[in-house]
């Protein structure tokens, strides 16, 4: 049994790792981005057991006492929004050492406007991350950000979401190409589409044309030090994350994933060797509704995957090929109906007389449903040997550790859901309350920047007045009278029922008849606002034209 560390002698630990220093990836050359893996993966170990050994004593503040690492070293702090870059000590695994922006000063977005990538305007998220300084990059109020073309980000750059309801969606989402030290925290990616075939800048003093984009939620290539945190993403046309072209010292972390097909991709082909030096920890994620495959779908490298909830897959959970080395620690695995699909490993295009000699294990993995993983490899303790192993003390262990994966709010923040229709109750955790007071909505037309504050609805939008596209519509949560209706069952929306198209102004509050624009009832998880997005004729398209935002319900 590990004895606990004070927090004096963890951050101590913490600042000795960052000792070694890192410089901006301006060049590609494909090296590990730490000597020892072992050494990681006794690293998450003994801050996991930490952190447990914490969540039994009896701290003063409740919402510290999660058993979650990383949550526990920021989330204690009560004046955490004054003390963001805190969050750079708090990582974990291959990707522990991004530093993000953390040496820079704070950058707001005030603008979620990309109306021209080549030369974005100061205030918007291209401005900020473009930037060859160190950034960390905060949003002044919840926004939702269509992207033109491919965020293209330099290194040194935090993208932190807490605070407000960040969406980038329905355009294109971010790019992380042969750079280092970028975290990204608290953001919902989702409906990402396929841009390019024109100019992007990606640095004050250059830009260039880029091809045709996958579509991917975020793809990372030939990117180092990359910590990827409480991040939502569904719905976009390729994957959710990859990580290819010789990437490494990755950490993907407690983020949630639902609605899509091949989830994540790590390494690019099976004869790219150089993704060899690749090596990435999955760690307290959940994934969740409506997933298929590549959870992930890996290619050489070395795969840490610890204490994520896996509640749904289709085809397989964790697939490869290449000879890629899996530690699958202290996970849960809920196996599908399906009695076809019931096994959570699939080596991809391969006889069995090559994968059996590839190192793929399940230690103190909890099996459910009738899943199970079929093990390979010698088992070595060279290539397993680990300081303390995480046994999965019963399902509601894993629970604790996942409770908050995704976009979230605390008892700092007001919590909101963003609900998918089309699915079985998909639900993706979002974070609330924002960065301003502001005076919210008026009655009839009147209409006001709440900032996305505390008096306003969680996950307010600016309004402004003209604007044709995106519509962004808000109303202040005290006006919001319950619908008797559960989901599903209910109107789309309270007074007249009317979808706007793109060329459509901006229509006033009158309009929109006697209450509030779209409040589909008190869910389990809240009051809905829902939003459509239209860029076509005829009705909305589920999963594609419409969001809902939610709030608790009291």
């Known amino acids: 049994m590990l004895l606990p560390l004070t927090r004096i002698s963890l951050c101590a630990l913490l600042c000795l790792s960052l000792l070694n220093g890192v410089t901006p990836f301006n060049g590609y050359t494909p090296v590990h981005g730490v000597q020892d893996p072992e050494e990681v993966v006794r690293m998450v170990q003994r801050k996991m057991n930490e952190s447990i050994t914490r969540r039994h004593l009896q701290v003063s503040d409740p919402s510290c006492a999660t058993g979650n690492p990383i949550d526990d070293c920021w989330k204690c702090d009560p004046d955490w929004a004054n003390n963001r870059q805190r969050l750079a000590d708090c990582g974990i695994g291959f990707g522990r050492d991004a530093l993000g922006g953390r040496d820079g000063p704070i950058y707001i977005v005030t603008d979620p406007s990309d109306d021209d990538p080549v030369n974005p305007a100061p205030g918007t998220l291209r401005y900020g991350v473009i930037q060859a300084q160190p950034l960390w990059i905060i949003f002044a109020r919840s926004m939702l950000i269509k992207l033109k073309e491919e965020l293209i980000m330099n290194s040194f750059k935090t993208l932190d979401g807490r605070g ?55 793809s990372i290539f030939g990117g180092r030090h990359i910590w990827i945190d409480h991040c939502s993403l569904s719905y976009c046309t390729d994957g959710l994350i990859d990580a290819i072209m010789g990437s490494t010292a990755i950490t993907i972390s407690n983020s949630y994933f639902s609605h899509h097909n091949e989830v994540m991709l790590l390494g690019h082909s099976d004869s790219y060797t150089p993704d060899s030096a690749m ?12 997933l298929v495959q590549r959870m992930p779908r890996c290619r050489f490298g070395y795969i840490h995957i610890v204490n994520n909830d896996f509640t749904q897959w289709e085809m397989y959970a964790i697939g490869g090929s290449a000879n890629p080395t899996i530690n699958s620690q202290g996970n849960r695995y809920i196996a599908p109906s399906n009695p076809n699909a019931k096994e959570v490993t699939k080596r991809v295009d391969v006889d069995e007389r090559k994968w059996s000699n590839w190192n793929w294990r399940t230690d103190g ?26 046994e999965p003390k019963s399902a509601a262990f894993i629970d604790a550790l996942t409770r908050n994966a995704g976009v979230f ?10 609900i998918y229709p ?20 008026g009655a009839g037309a009147g209409m006001g920047d709440t900032g996305g504050g505390y008096g306003g609805y969680p996950g307010m939008v600016s309004l402004e007045a003209g604007r044709a596209w995106p519509m962004q519509w808000a109303w202040p949560v005290s006006w919001a009278t319950p619908s008797p209706h559960r989901a599903g069952t209910g109107p789309d929306l309270i007074g007249p029922k009317k979808h706007w198209s793109r060329s459509d102004p901006l229509p006033k509050w009158a309009s929109l ?3 509030p624009p779209s409040i589909h009832g008190c869910l389990a998880l809240g009051l809905v606002l829902r939003l459509y997005f239209m860029d076509h004729p005829g009705p909305p398209v589920p999963n594609r034209d419409v969001i809902d935002f939610g709030s608790e319900c009291p």
């Open 164 to 218: 407000a309801d960040v969406h980038i969606a329905f355009g294109a989402c971010i790019t992380i190409q042969y750079i280092s030290n970028v975290i990204i925290h608290n953001i919902n990616i989702h409906h990402c589409v396929p841009k390019g075939n024109t100019n992007v800048r990606d640095s004050p003093n250059h830009y260039g044309y880029r091809g045709r984009s996958d579509g991917d939620g975020i």
């Open 279 to 290: 090596q990435v920890t999955i760690a307290f994620n959940h994934f969740g509704e409506a």
């Open 513 to 515: 008849g006697p209450g």
């Open 422 to 441: 089309g699915g079985n109750n998909g639900v993706v955790t979002g974070g609330g309350a924002g960065a301003g007071a502001g005076a919210g909505a």
């Open 365 to 390: 993995d909890l099996m459910v449903n009738g899943a199970f993983f079929v093990p390979s490899g010698l088992g070595s303790a060279s290539k397993y040997e680990k300081a303390y192993s995480v």
């Open 409 to 418: 709010g605390s008892s700092r923040d007001t919590s909101t859901s963003v």
